[in-house]
């Protein structure tokens, strides 16, 4: 007998380690499955995902891999074996005729190819056609009609055994009780899914609120939750729908008859619609895998258009005797896979929330993300929109949140992961300083917006410059938006008050800017330091403050200074200036860089006019509203006419409304007018009130 062979240091190591990595492999492969199981708990029976569905899918692929690669850790419980999930125990078990079948995925066009020619290569065709559906991200459920009356309906559960939901299918009203033209002697079992059309989501949501209670997170979850309550009368207010993709017959010889009959996937499909069965208006038939890549184009191009979620689109090969020799694997047909879109919704941890200062001054929320793969592209960043929205979802520095991207929509945050919060999560602070420029942030009553006020604000200066600038305001001609973006960016401009130190020299450095062009805007920015007060009130861009509320300041107030000084109990005893206005004005001019600004306008030779005696002023005082057509002035030359005779004109009728001028065709004014017993005058009688014959 030859002497035992013993194992070297290296071989032994090596053996060592295999065994290491065999027990690593396995341990991750039972983690994988727990996690699974508890995942399609939350998905199937309580209607409530921890997780997107591309991260179940994940999920499933690396077990699905690991399986694969070590066959001898395979088990038939395996999740990648079993459908769903076990039916609840509030619903009574249901028994299908042929099991509920789920489906292979696809995530790429490779996987694709080679399903096309796995198909090919086993029925020996050089080409194959298809029948091409939306896959629906929505509830699975089985339909059964006898002798053409809906007799029972069931959920998918786990594929073969799911939960009476007969009642609440009832109140779908999509789904016929009868069907049409089907009144033979048969069993027929219908396979569909219950979504729920976005316009419904939306409506729901809005009730929840109302009522204060929580909001759906998305249609799937609102589709599902709707039809498991034990209610049917709270299904029948939620406005469900269904589409049907598949037919299951019976065992007798009636059945039978019917589906042999039927030669293709599209003719079942063609025959439903005909017994008044609801089936997608967007299915089609395919030949070869080119027309399969095409319509899986076609449908996500229209995706965002479509009045329902789906979630990738399904190839069935067309041929039922095809279908018939592909045959099955353990949960999925071979001759069917549901080719996914990228994924619109994705898991990830909120990094920090960090505040954007936008054009206008509103602070918006962001949160900053650990990167993730979402919607086609690399998300690191998504909107939170105010305080109340980040109140509202709890978002926190630190959670796991489910994030949403569709096409070319600002990603945002759906929900929060309580499960995963960290006992370290931060909760968010909006700042009392703008965090560009220190100026403080302010929030209306009424309002959603936190605001920065700082009329120098580097955020919002384009914006508050083009405003200034602007012909009703300052009135400095040929200060366009082009310029103004190139002050900025040469540095020639940083707040308003800058506009009155340029000279010709720093214009003429700037792109397309000759002699003659930089002569006439530092004349026009001359002829701009003495405006009327009004126009300069309405230059400072204050929240509230249009051309009106500036004109009525200008009659009470004759300078800046008094207008600053102005206390709220002033403010709101003047004509058609309220809280909101009054707050706004007081806001404005606490600010420490609004009065800094407005001292080096001073220093700078900017002198606004007051108005000149509009006590003495043919219509000082008066306030008119034009309705219908006038024949001899325009509506801007009347309003002119009335505002240089020291008149107000305003868009709606007030209680404070003199006169009600009524052109030919008037509106709704009319009768309004008459029932506050405003005076009335025509046009005529207008004329000789301006002076004009």
Same mark, same amino acid.
């Not at 779908?172 to 049409?180: A, F, G, V, Y």
């Not at 070869?288 to 689109?313: M, Q, T």
């Given at each position: 007998m030859p002497p035992e062979k013993k194992a070297t240091p290296e071989q032994s190591s090596l053996t060592i380690d295999a065994i290491k990595n065999m027990d690593e492999t396995a341990k991750k492969i039972a983690s994988l499955r727990r996690d699974i199981a508890y995942h399609n708990q939350k998905y199937y029976q309580q209607d409530d995902p921890d997780i997107s569905d591309a991260e179940f899918d994940r999920l499933m692929l690396e077990l699905l891999t690991l399986e694969q690669q070590f066959p001898y850790l395979d088990t038939v419980s395996s999740p990648t074996r079993t459908i769903g999930s076990a039916p609840l125990a509030s619903f009574a078990p249901v028994r299908h005729l042929s099991p509920m079948l789920s489906l292979s995925n696809a995530f790429s066009e490779a996987e694709v190819l080679a399903f096309d020619q796995r198909v090919r290569e086993k029925i020996q065709e050089e080409q194959v056609e298809y029948a091409a559906d939306p896959k629906f991200d929505g509830l699975a459920v089985s339909l059964l009609y006898q002798n053409g009356l809906l007799v029972r309906a069931a959920t998918r559960g786990d594929g073969y055994t799911g939960e009476d939901v007969t009642p609440n299918i009832r109140k779908?009203?999509?789904?016929?009780?009868?069907?049409?033209g089907e009144s033979e002697e048969r069993i027929l079992e219908v396979r569909g899914e219950i979504i729920m059309f976005k316009e419904d989501f939306a409506h729901l949501n809005r009730l929840q609120r109302e009522k204060g209670e929580k909001e759906f997170a998305n249609p799937r979850n609102a589709a599902a939750g709707s039809l498991r309550q034990l209610d049917p009368e709270v299904t029948a207010r939620r406005r469900l729908s269904f589409y049907a993709y598949g037919l299951s017959a019976g065992t007798g010889e009636q059945d039978k008859q019917l589906l042999s009959k039927i030669k293709l996937h599209s003719e079942i499909m063609d025959a439903m619609a005909g017994w008044s069965i609801p089936v997608c208006p967007e299915r089609a038939v395919?030949?070869?895998?080119?027309?399969?890549?095409?319509?899986?184009? $076609?449908?996500?191009?229209? $995706?965002?258009?479509?009045?329902?979620?789906?979630?990738?689109?399904v190839y069935k090969v067309n041929l039922l005797e095809y279908q018939e020799r592909l045959g099955f694997v353990s949960r999925a047909p071979r001759f069917a896979i549901a080719h996914k879109f990228t994924a619109e919704e994705a898991a990830t941890e909120v990094a920090d929330i960090q505040v954007q200062v936008g054009r206008t001054g509103t602070l918006t929320p962001v949160a900053r993300l650990r990167p993730v793969f979402v919607g086609g592209v690399t998300v690191s960043n998504a909107t939170l929109h105010n305080e109340d929205e980040v109140a509202s979802k709890d978002v926190r520095i630190g959670d796991t949140v489910i994030i949403h991207r569709a096409g070319d929509v600002i990603p945002e945050v759906i929900r929060v992961v309580i499960e995963k919060r960290p006992a370290t999560a931060v909760p968010f602070v909006m700042p009392e300083k703008c965090p560009v420029c220190g100026s403080d942030v302010v929030r209306l009553e009424n309002e959603s917006a936190h605001r920065c006020i700082g009329i120098a604000c580097p955020a919002q200066i384009k914006e508050h410059i083009k405003h200034f600038v602007s012909r009703n305001a300052m009135d400095i001609e040929g200060m366009g938006d082009r310029l103004v973006q190139q002050l900025l960016a040469n540095g020639l401009i940083a707040d308003p008050a800058d506009i009155y130190h340029l000279t010709k020299d720093k214009l003429l450095i700037l792109e397309r800017m000759g002699d003659k062009s930089a002569d006439n805007l530092?004349?026009?920015? @001359?002829?701009? @330091? =003495?405006?009327?007060?009004?126009?300069?009130?309405?230059?400072?861009?204050?929240?509230?403050?249009?051309?009106? =509320?500036?004109?009525?300041?200008?009659?009470?107030f004759s300078n800046i200074s008094e207008l600053i000084a102005a206390t709220e109990e002033v403010l709101l005893g003047i004509r058609d200036i309220g809280p909101e206005v009054a707050g706004s004005i007081i806001t404005f001019f606490r600010e420490p860089t609004n009065i800094k600004v407005l001292a080096?306008?001073?220093?700078?030779?900017?002198?606004? @006019?007051?108005?000149?005696?509009? =006590?003495?002023?043919?219509?000082?005082?008066?306030?008119?509203?034009?309705?219908?057509?006038?024949?001899?002035?325009? $509506? @801007?030359?009347? $309003?002119?006419?009335?505002?240089?005779?020291?008149?107000?004109?305003?868009?709606?009728? =007030?209680?404070t409304t003199d006169y009600l001028v009524a052109g030919a065709l008037p509106g709704s004014k009319l009768a309004k007018a008459r029932e506050a017993g405003i005076a009335i005058i025509d046009e005529e009688s207008f004329s000789k009130l301006i002076g004009e014959k």
């Open positions: 779908i009203s999509s789904i016929p009780e009868r069907l049409m395919v030949r070869g895998v080119k027309e399969v890549l095409s319509y899986y184009a $076609r449908l996500e191009s229209i $995706r965002p258009n479509l009045p329902f979620d789906i979630d990738g689109v530092i004349a026009a920015i @001359q002829r701009s @330091q =003495t405006p009327p007060f009004e126009k300069f009130i309405f230059a400072l861009g204050i929240r509230h403050v249009g051309e009106h =509320t500036a004109k009525v300041l200008a009659e009470r080096k306008l001073y220093e700078a030779g900017v002198r606004p @006019q007051p108005v000149a005696l509009l =006590t003495k002023a043919p219509l000082a005082g008066k306030s008119f509203v034009f309705t219908g057509a006038m024949s001899k002035l325009s $509506r @801007q030359e009347a $309003r002119k006419s009335v505002l240089a005779l020291g008149g107000l004109v305003t868009a709606s009728l =007030t209680k």
